[in-house]
């Protein structure tokens, strides 16, 4: 009876930790990722796209 | 559904770059009104043309001097027409973003926001112009090196020092494109007596106009109304005079990137004396800027790829990667 209720508690806390590891982790590497996201979305072959697309149209627009 | 847009609301041009699209408008900032009923004629290019031919009923104006909002219905009315242009109607409101002048005042920061969501936005979000001009001249600003953009519109003239997708130093002036044209008019008028309008003056400053000495100079012919008779006269001009007469706006301009290299950390000036400083924008284009630039700086001055569409198409990357782009927005930052 001790040894069950020993496990279900050691369980518990373990549950426990697991939940605020899980809680805290994401929060310390949201600032990394966000900012992560923020310059790659800023890197030249990011922004090529939006170059590409008008200088396109420029050229289909000299073409007509 | 609303594609999303983005503006550059300059005081002399306006251009606007559709999510997915491109750039789908691109025209002067002018809007033609009745006087009598307040009721629009004309905007863009067709407003334009009407500068200084007008009837005493109509007048075309610049609703935007400085960057800022100086008519704030005629701006919203401009806005609106912009949007219908464009496909937006009261069903389909698109989330906006707007490239204003750095130095933007409170006031006229909330006078942007309201006149772009009152002329049909969902959201309107703004961003500082040589922060959109760095983005738009596919400069490498996610790395960790320093980044310099001059941007001379037609109302101001901002340089930005920028590392990290942010800005490090920062400076802005109220003068621009249309100082100089202003400083023609009055040059003109003091030395030669004969008054001309702001559209010859701009004429004038694409023909003759330079900051520094260029090769292959010429001489111009500019006809305007003798103040004293009150007749049509015609007087030749050199680009020496234009020089002399400009020569106070283009210092103030090449002072300001002065002060923001001054400004600039230390470990950055390495960069800029090997990646040189970009310069964009309308008001970049007058002859002999960048060498005049260069001269008074040490450092490097190149032209960007396409000066006149940067800033949008740097507000237009923003738009297309909206979510990630968040914290470029001004009010935005954390």
Redesign the interface.
């Known amino acids: 009876m001790t040894v069950a209720l020993v496990v279900i508690i050691v369980v518990i806390a373990l549950v426990f930790v697991v939940l605020i590891a899980n809680r805290r982790t994401p929060a310390s590497n949201d600032g990394v990722d966000d900012f992560r996201r923020h310059l790659d979305a800023l890197s030249p072959e990011a922004r090529q796209q939006v170059i590409d697309r008008v200088q396109h149209r420029e050229e289909d627009d000299d073409g007509a | 559904m609303a594609r999303d847009l983005a503006i550059d609301l300059g005081t002399a041009n306006t251009l606007v770059?559709m999510k997915g699209?491109?750039?789908v408008l691109n025209e002067p900032s002018v809007i033609a009104l009745n006087r009598q009923t307040g009721e629009v004629l004309a905007t863009g290019h067709e407003a334009w043309h009407m500068i200084g031919r007008t009837p005493g009923y109509i007048v075309a104006v610049r609703p935007l001097r400085g960057g800022a909002i100086t008519d704030f219905d005629v701006t919203e009315r401009m806005i609106r027409l912009l949007l219908q242009r464009v496909g937006v109607s009261r069903f389909t409101r698109p989330k906006v973003v707007i490239c204003v002048p750095s130095a933007i005042t409170e006031v006229e920061r909330r006078a942007v926001t309201d006149a772009a969501r009152r002329a049909g936005a969902a959201d309107a979000q703004l961003i500082e112009q040589p922060m959109a001009a760095a983005?738009?001249a596919?400069l490498?600003?996610?790395e960790p090196v320093g980044n310099m953009v001059i941007d001379i519109g037609g109302g101001t003239s901002e340089t930005a020092v920028i590392s990290?997708?942010g800005i490090v130093a920062l400076e802005a002036v109220r003068v621009g494109s249309f100082d100089i044209d202003n400083a023609i008019q009055n040059y003109v008028r003091r030395e030669h007596g004969i008054a001309i309008g702001e559209r010859t003056a701009e004429e004038i400053k694409v023909a003759i106009g330079s900051a520094a000495e260029t090769p292959d100079e010429v001489e111009a012919e500019v006809s305007g109304r003798d103040l004293m008779q009150g007749l049509p006269k015609t007087v030749v001009l050199t680009p020496e005079e234009i020089r002399y007469a400009i020569d106070d706006v283009v210092t103030q301009i090449v002072q300001s990137v002065v002060r923001c290299l001054a400004k600039a950390p230390p470990e950055l000036a390495q960069d800029f004396l090997v990646r040189g400083m970009y310069l964009v924008g309308g008001g970049g284009l007058l002859r002999g800027l960048a060498e005049r630039i260069e001269r008074e700086t040490q450092v490097p001055v190149r032209m960007s790829n396409?000066p006149l569409?940067a800033v949008v198409?740097g507000a237009?990357?923003c738009i297309?990667?909206y979510d990630?782009?968040k914290?470029?927005f001004m009010g935005q930052r954390r």
Do not use: S, V
Request: charge should be negative.
């Open positions: 770059y699209r491109g750039i983005i738009g596919n490498p600003i996610d990290l997708g396409m569409e198409l237009g990357h297309e990667n990630a782009l914290r470029m």
